[in-house]
């Protein structure tokens, strides 16, 4: 059964520190890889997609890493801010007949920033 | 704005009445999606919906139904509400079925059942 799971479950970082999430999946074969991030009470918002042929992709702050051989990823945050608090979902993309959506959702990392 | 919308944002309503959550985009996407997030903030899909095809989780109570009177719009109908009905729906849309860029959520409506 295609799987996507994510560490930690939940963080709380200091402001100005730097972290990272990891996210692991089975899903094969694999066609590409977002993060979202979900502020409480809104909908997830893309930050990075990157195809199975990329390593890394940056926005901002942002850094997401791709290991396909592994099947891990990660998403490093330089200098959090009290604006990153929040739930990163890992979502992958396996191709057509993955299911209703056709994606695989992890359950998240709900990440605390306190100043 | 480009945007999947969804209204209303949040509705609390009885159990056993019956009650609709609209969506609409104007992405000029072809694919429309339904998905409920639970107290644990975990998005589960509900419904996938072009204009050819209808994927149903086969978790999902049939009183839950999707309504689409046209491409940009995927309405959410529930019968019978239950207390375990409550959570937050999100709808979302994207280019293609499964095509996962360009994905995009709308801001969810918060459902509560007393």
Known sequence: ?115 | DTAVSQTPKYLVTQMGNDKSIKCEQNLGHDTMYWYKQDSKKFLKIMFSYNNKELIINETVPNRFSPKSPDKAHLNLHINSLELGDSAVYFCASSLSWGYIDGYTFGSGTRLTVV
């Open chain 1, 1 to 115: 059964k295609n799987q996507v799971e994510q560490s930690p479950q939940s963080l709380i970082i200091l402001e100005g520190k730097n972290c990272t999430l990891q996210c692991n999946y089975t899903v094969s074969p694999f066609s590409n890889l977002r993060w979202y991030k979900q502020d409480t009470g809104r909908g997830p918002v893309s930050l990075t997609i990157m195809t199975f042929s990329e390593n890394t992709k940056s926005n901002g702050r942002y850094t997401a890493t791709l290991d396909a051989d592994t099947k891990q990823s990660s998403l490093h945050i330089t200098a959090s801010q009290l604006s990153d608090s929040a739930s990163y979902i890992c979502v992958v993309s396996p191709p057509k007949g993955g299911g209703a959506d056709g994606l695989t959702f992890g359950k998240g990392t709900h990440l605390i920033i306190q100043p």
